[in-house]
């Protein structure tokens, strides 16, 4: 693509999806949920990351991004959210929060920095990679991670309308999230049309 190019909405979409996608695997991999040998480099918008070969979890983290997607194309998205836990109790948060959607022109179409936006993709995940990488996390093999998909409020009857749509999902009532310790910016995907806020919410105690 060029510098500016007209995309569909669906087009628009997909290239959130590969971010997530993306951004999923560097976080799997800097927190070291998993053997590193069950990871492998490849390139995205030009830049080297790692993904997760493993079956089960790509699995589980394609039918979200599947959802994500269907959930998108319908503007029910407010956050996508990857929980760390240990021991079933939340100590990390990493939070994908979408400020804007794809309003198109008249033709259907909307103009879109491609340039722009993979260069505010590779920002990011250098930054997880740089940031997170570096710190000392020891052998987190205990620990799980699971997503939550924030959505509008008046959405849960249409949700339940497209269900088969969005079938390999879990719907659940969320628990009250309790205020983090801390909460880190990381970067935001801002080239029109997207604004997507990543950070960080720190539920560790000061002595963990």
Not at 56 to 77: A, G
Not at 143 to 154: D, G, K, L, Q, S
Request: charged share 25%; with cysteine; glycine share 2%.
């Amino acid at each position: 693509m060029s510098l500016s190019s007209s995309c569909t909405r669906d087009e628009c979409i997909r290239f959130v999806v590969d971010f997530l996608e993306v951004s999923v695997h560097q976080i799997l991999w800097t927190r070291n949920l998993y053997p590193k040998e069950i990871f492998r480099q490849t390139q995205m918008f030009n830049v080297l990351v790692y993904k997760s070969i493993h079956p089960e979890v790509n699995s589980y983290v394609n039918n979200t991004l599947n959802t994500i997607k269907t959930l998108l194309s319908s503007d029910f998205v407010e956050k996508l959210v990857m929980v760390i836990k240990d021991n079933g109790k939340p100590i990390e948060r990493f939070v994908f929060s979408f400020h804007c959607y794809y309003k198109t022109t008249p033709s259907g179409k909307v103009i879109l920095n491609v340039t722009e936006v993979r260069q505010q993709a590779r920002a990011i995940w250098l930054t997880m990679m740089q940031r997170f990488g570096s710190e000392i996390q020891g052998n987190r093999g205990d620990c799980t991670f699971a997503f939550e998909i924030h959505t509008m409020n008046v959405t849960y009857d249409k949700i339940l309308e497209r269900e088969s749509k969005t079938e390999d999902f879990q719907w659940i009532v969320a628990d009250k999230i309790m205020n983090p310790n801390s909460v880190v910016p990381i970067r935001k995907l801002d080239s029109h049309p997207f604004c997507i806020d990543v950070y960080t919410e720190d539920y560790r105690d000061d002595d963990s």
